[in-house]
């Protein structure tokens, strides 16, 4: 399985940004996708997750009401819609696929990653 994460970049604070994560290859719409996030110096973080069935698991306390995760199974494709962007979201951020049907917090629990893509955000 690979995946290609895009849609990351330079924006204000207060603007939005779109990711995509594409995955190719052996793919199965079976298992939870979900978004991850790294900021330097920090622990990689779980920011949003979907199951195989399009449940959403509780998004991280510091996304909450402002990003928003989908799937399109067809395209086998998830996307994170980030809005009211802050500084302190400005990390790397991974897409990954869950060994299970579900999104676990803990990212040992997934087993393809994407190659991140940098979202910067200026105050």
């Known amino acids: 399985v690979q995946l290609q994460a895009s849609g990351g970049g330079l924006v204000q604070a207060g603007g939005s940004l779109r990711l995509a994560c594409a995955a190719s290859?052996?793919?199965?719409?079976?298992?939870?996708m979900a978004w991850f996030r790294q900021a330097p110096g920090k622990e990689r973080e779980f920011v949003a997750g979907i199951s195989w069935n399009g449940a959403k698991a509780p998004d991280a306390d510091s996304v909450k009401g402002r990003f928003v995760i989908s799937r399109d199974r067809a395209k086998a494709t998830v996307y994170l819609q980030m809005s009211s962007l802050k500084p302190e979201d400005t990390a790397v951020y991974y897409c990954?696929?869950?060994?299970?049907?579900?999104?676990?917090?803990?990212?040992?629990?997934?087993?393809?990653w994407g190659q991140g893509t940098q979202v910067t955000v200026s105050s």
């Open positions: 990954a696929v869950s060994r299970t049907p579900y999104t676990p917090t803990d990212y040992s629990l997934y087993n393809y």
């Open positions: 290859g052996r793919t199965s719409s079976n298992n939870g």
